[in-house]
């Protein structure tokens, strides 16, 4: 049964860091895209950055190229999302999610498995 544990969240200032951890255990890092999306209230889930776990590619929104940093360590399954410069907009659920190969990318719609998110609060 393949599961996705999210943690790291929390409540930081503007300007803060943060990283979250998507531990996953029921199938092999091998080939999958794993990925991170967040929901703000009232906003439609987006994705946020995705990363393949077989040639290391890596898809970051506009929003926060430059400002955080997905990496992988397969030997833990376990990715990870490191955010700087973190601005109140940034302010949502975050959720990891994956799926079998590259799919159509870092979309939610393309995922198939999905953990619980961790609440990402940024105040001004």
């Known amino acids: 049964e393949v599961q996705l544990q999210a943690s790291g969240g929390g409540l930081v200032q503007a300007g803060e860091s943060l990283t979250l951890s998507c531990a996953a255990s029921?199938?092999?890092?091998?080939?999958?895209?794993i990925g991170w999306f967040r929901q703000a209230p009232g906003k439609e889930r987006e994705g946020v950055s995705c990363?393949?776990?077989?040639?290391?590619?890596?898809y970051y929104a506009d929003s926060v190229k430059g400002r955080f940093t997905i990496s992988s360590d397969n030997a833990k399954n376990t990715v990870y999302l490191q955010m700087y410069s973190l601005k109140p907009e940034d302010t949502a659920v975050y959720y990891c999610?994956?799926?079998?190969?590259w799919g159509i990318g870092c979309a939610a719609v393309g995922m198939r498995y999905w953990g619980k998110g961790t609440q990402v609060t940024v105040s001004s």
């Open positions: 990363i393949s776990t077989s040639d290391g590619s890596t």
């Open positions: 029921g199938f092999t890092f091998d080939d999958y895209n």
């Open positions: 999610a994956t799926r079998k190969g």
